[in-house]
C-alpha cells in the first residue's frame, strides 16, 4: 500500500524567496512519484515525476524535487517564487510496476506575496 | 480526444435523486481513473480501470457509487439517492500503457456535483 504526507496545508513565501513544499511517502514496493499542480480554475496538471531514471528530477516553470530514499522524502523546490507559482501542489504515489493507482496527498496551497 | 472531456461541468441536485457523471478519456488511454475533489480534503480515489482487467473499487465509498467503462473507452459514474456530503468535484484521470506515459495521468476539469 501507498501514501503521502504533505506537511502544511498552506505555505507563504514572498516573490523571489525560495519555495520548499514538503513530501513524505510510505510504500511497500518501489515507488514512482509524481507532483501535480492546480492553477486556480483550472485541471490538475503534471509538474514532474520520479521514475527511478534520476534522484533529481526537473520539472516545469523551474521547479525540481529530490527522492531521497533514506528519508522516504519527496520535496518540491524552487530558487525564485514567482506570483504565478500561487496554485495548490499535490504530491502522489503509485507502485512502480505496470499499472497502479495513484495515491494523493492532501495538498499544500502556495501563497506568494509580492 | 485532444483531452480528458467531463459532463456536466456543473450539476445541482436534490437530495435523494441520482446522478450520472460522464467522462471520455484521452483515444488510446488504457488506464482511466475517478477521483473526488473535496474542500480541504485533497484528491480522494474512488475507482481504477485498466483494459479489460476488473476494476479498482477500493475508493468507492459506498454502495451508492458506482462506475463502469464501456468499450474501454468512455465511463459513467453514478451516484444514487444523492447525499449532502456528496458534493464535491469530480475528477476524472487517462493514462496510457506502459513507458514513460504510465501513471501519468492526464485530468479533466471535472463536474462540480451540489447537493441541495
Known amino acids: 500500500a501507498q501514501s503521502v504526507t504533505q506537511l502544511g496545508s498552506h505555505v507563504s513565501v514572498s516573490e523571489g524567496a525560495l519555495v520548499l513544499l514538503r513530501c513524505n511517502y510510505s510504500s511497500s514496493v518501489p515507488p514512482y512519484l509524481f507532483w501535480y499542480v492546480q492553477y486556480p480554475n483550472q485541471g490538475l496538471q503534471l509538474l514532474l515525476k520520479?521514475?527511478?531514471?534520476?534522484?533529481l528530477v526537473k520539472g516545469i516553470n523551474g521547479f525540481e524535487a529530490e527522492f531521497k530514499k533514506s528519508e522516504t522524502s519527496f520535496h518540491l523546490t524552487k530558487p525564485s517564487a514567482h506570483m504565478s507559482d500561487a496554485a495548490e501542489y499535490f504530491c502522489a504515489v503509485s507502485g512502480n510496476t505496470g499499472f497502479q493507482k495513484l495515491v494523493f496527498g492532501t495538498g499544500t496551497r502556495l501563497l506568494v506575496s509580492p | 480526444g485532444a483531452g480528458v472531456s467531463q459532463s456536466p461541468s456543473n450539476k445541482v441536485t436534490e437530495k435523494g435523486k441520482d446522478v450520472e457523471l460522464r467522462c471520455d478519456p484521452i483515444?488510446?488511454?488504457?488506464?482511466l481513473y475517478w477521483y473526488r475533489q473535496s474542500l480541504g480534503q485533497g484528491l480522494e480515489f474512488l475507482i481504477y480501470?485498466?483494459?479489460?482487467?476488473?476494476?479498482?473499487k477500493s475508493g468507492l465509498p459506498s454502495d451508492r457509487f458506482s462506475a463502469e467503462r464501456t468499450g474501454g473507452s468512455v465511463s459513467t459514474l453514478t451516484i444514487q439517492r444523492t447525499q449532502q456530503e456528496d458534493s464535491a468535484v469530480y475528477l476524472c484521470?487517462?493514462?496510457?500503457?506502459?513507458?514513460?506515459?504510465?501513471?501519468?495521468?492526464?485530468f479533466g476539469a471535472g463536474s462540480r456535483l451540489t447537493v441541495l
Open positions: 520520479y521514475t527511478s531514471a534520476a534522484t
Open positions: 480501470f485498466q483494459g479489460n482487467s476488473a476494476p479498482d
Open positions: 483515444s488510446g488511454h488504457t488506464a
Open positions: 484521470a487517462s493514462s496510457s500503457s506502459g513507458g514513460a506515459g504510465a501513471n501519468v495521468l492526464t
